[in-house]
Structure formats: C-alpha cells, structure tokens
C-alpha cells in the first residue's frame, strides 16, 4: 500500500513539474514574441534617444526580444511620461527619462501623471555634464568672454534650450543669475532643434551633452565655451569648467534614468534591472557610451529614484529662490 501511494505522489509530483515547465515555456515565449517599448521623451538627435539606440541592439541580444525605440517628444518629456505612466505595468514599456523627470514636478505643479509615485526606478543609465556651445558669430572665446560681451550689449544674445524647465534652461538661467547679464531664452522642443537653432544663428548658445554637440564642434560649426561639470571633458581638453570660468563650485550634470509604470511586478523590475545593468557594462556598449561623453552610473532602482528625488530638491530650491517663471 506505500508503495502505491509513494508512486502515485510521484506521477502527481512529475504531473505539476510538466505543467509547470509548459506553462513557463508558453509565458517566456509570449515575453519574447512582445516587443519591449522604450519610451523616449525627446526627439531624435537628443541625449535620450543616443543612449537609447546605443543600448538597443545589446538588451535586445540579452533579453531575446524586439527593443523598440519610440520617440515621444514634447511637454519637457510630459507626453512620454504620461504614456508610460498609465501603460500596462507588465514591463513591456518603459520610460527612458531625462533630466526633466525630476524637474517637472517644479515647473509644472499640476502633472498629468505623479513623478514620484506613478513610476518604479529600474536604473539610473548614465549622467554627464553640459557643453556650453556658441555659434559661429560669437567672438568670445571662452565664456567669460562671452558673458563680458552679453553685459556690455544687453538683449543681443539668446540660448536655446530643450524647453522651459530643463536642465539646459536652469542651468543658463543659474549663470545668467551669478553674473547678472541679459541673454534672451528661446525654448526649443529638444536638444536636435536647439542646435539646429544655434547653426542657424537664431540663438547664439546652446547647453547640450557632448555627444549632441560633438559632430558640429569638430566641424567648427560651434565653439563650445564651457563644460559643466567637476573637471573638464577629456575630449575637450582645453575647454574649461564653469567653476574655472568664474563660478567657484559650480557643477551640474543631465542625466538618463529607465523607468516602469508603478505597480510593476519587483521581480520583472529587478530582471530589468540587471539585464540594464549588464547591458550599460557591457565592453562595447560602455566603450560608445563614453566615447559619447556619457558617465555610465548603472544603478539599481532605488538610486534612480533617489536621484530624481535629489535633482528636485536641488533646482525646486533654485527656482524659489530666483522666483523663475517655468509656464507659458
């Protein structure tokens, strides 16, 4: 009699592991046969999108699926966020965020969408600083030679920005602040239309990464004038930091965070957070990635959203104090 029992636990035991086994084959191929969609805030040419199509072809290697590069544009990055905000929380859709994540709630108080709870961190991809780029009619140098320019000749020059409330926007505005000068904002709907601007002359300056400005500065189509970070680009050597051109501590880096709509399962957003991880690391992807400008940071979840927590704190506080107006 136990040995019928003993066998029958046994056919019922090796039953449940078949459909267990059938089931997962049947979910996995039902994640790999849906695209996975990475939802980008800005228009092609802009810091976002790089990042994005230079992970694309890695994670798509490593996660056995289709990666979708969907450009979003618009709103400062609202759009796309509200898209990924209310999209299904089953990790086919991703938010690829940029500096403007954690400024939006400042400029605009009534989002469509909550930054800090509609949204889980999966990492926080890359950071880096800002190169302050001029036209080719500017003749300063450097920027305090253009800031000196700009004070003598007030309302002459205009920046271009990504929009009102990006870090290009608040970061000039930062400046224009400590050096009490007059350089007309012209906001544009991302970095690619920025520059197109400042090739054109519309505006004189611009403040993009490295990798939008790269192509232009070695064409000699833009000066660039400053770097806003720590220490100075080792691509562009001789261009020195706005703490060197007269700001004693001045520093300030965009950054490029992935996110999933709240609710995600921990564990999907974990998996997505190592094969993020591991794709950031990956030789060849940080080789580009650097190349680009780009400091990769590849964080867990928690430290994207931290980040963004910090980077609200920061320039909530700034806008109050400069009693900047960030609506139309």
Do not use: C
């Amino acid at each position: 009699m136990s040995f019928s029992l003993d066998r029958r636990h046994a056919l019922a035991a090796a039953a449940a592991a078949a459909a267990a086994a059938l089931a997962f084959g049947a979910g996995a191929r039902a994640q790999g046969d849906t695209p996975l969609r990475l939802v980008v805030t800005f228009p092609p040419g802009g810091s976002t999108d790089i990042v994005s199509r230079i992970l694309q072809p890695e994670l798509s290697r490593r996660l056995g699926r289709t990666v979708i590069v969907d450009n979003k544009p618009g709103a400062a990055g609202q759009i796309a966020s509200a898209l990924v905000a209310k999209a299904p929380a089953d990790g086919n859709t991703l938010l690829v965020a940029f500096d403007t994540h954690g400024i939006n709630p400042v400029a605009k108080p009534k989002l469509p969408y909550d930054t800090f709870q509609d949204f889980e961190g999966v990492t926080l991809a890359v950071r880096f600083p800002l190169v302050i780029g001029a036209s080719a009619s500017v003749a300063a140098a450097d920027l305090r030679g253009f800031l000196e320019a700009a004070r003598k000749q007030p309302g002459k020059y205009g920046y271009a920005s990504t929009g009102l409330g990006s870090m290009n926007h608040l970061v000039m505005e930062e400046i224009k602040r400590k050096s009490d000068v007059s350089v007309l904002h012209v906001p544009y709907t991302g970095a690619g239309p920025a520059l197109q601007a400042v090739l054109g002359d519309v505006a004189q300056l611009t403040a993009l990464s490295y990798a939008a400005l790269r192509g232009q500065i070695a064409a000699g189509k833009i000066k660039p004038l400053a770097v806003t970070g720590r220490q100075r680009l080792p691509e562009l050597p001789n261009v020195p930091t706005v703490a060197e051109s007269g700001f004693a501590g001045f520093q300030a880096y965009s950054w490029v965070g992935i996110f999933a709509p709240a609710g995600t399962p921990a564990e999907t957003v974990n998996r997505l957070t190592q094969e993020f991880r591991a794709t950031l690391n990956a030789p060849e992807v940080h080789r580009k990635l650097t190349e680009a400008g780009f400091e990769v940071m590849a964080t867990d979840g928690a430290g994207a959203d931290r980040h963004a927590r910090a980077e609200f704190e920061r320039w909530s506080r700034f806008v109050r104090e400069a009693r900047l107006k960030l609506e139309d």
